[in-house]
């Protein structure tokens, strides 16, 4: 088992920042790629940002790429996404996502999930 926290979420005005933070317990963090994800209201679970157990491959949704950076520390459990120049558009709940898998991107591929932390970007 694993069980996944996060933290970070907020309001915050377009072309704003926040940086949300997944802690991660239960089992050897590094052995798990770590996904972001993000649900608005009426819509479907959509992929954000995935990186892989070691950071060596990491990969973005087209909506978000050169705003937003994933990253991880495995020696503190924890992954974060850095995100920049938010849109209004970005408003949602935020999940993050744990599996085994090498390179996971589909929801369907992850085992772990966290709670989510809403982010709420005023225009």
């Known amino acids: 088992q694993v069980q996944l926290v996060e933290s970070g979420g907020g309001l915050v005005q377009a072309g704003g920042s926040l940086r949300l933070s997944c802690a991660a317990s239960?089992?050897?963090?590094?052995?798990?790629?770590m996904g972001w994800f993000r649900q608005a209201p009426g819509k479907e679970r959509e992929f954000v940002a995935v990186?892989?157990?070691?950071?060596?491959?990491?990969n973005y949704a087209y909506s978000v790429k050169g705003r937003f950076t994933i990253s991880r520390e495995n020696a503190k459990n924890t992954v974060y996404l850095q995100m920049n120049s938010l849109k209004p558009e970005d408003t949602a709940v935020y999940y993050c996502a744990a599996d085994r898998t090498y390179y996971p991107t589909q929801v369907e591929e992850y085992d772990y999930w966290g709670q989510g932390t809403q982010v709420t970007v005023s225009s």
């Open positions: 990186i892989t157990g070691g950071g060596t491959r990491i």
């Open positions: 239960g089992r050897t963090f590094s052995n798990y790629a």
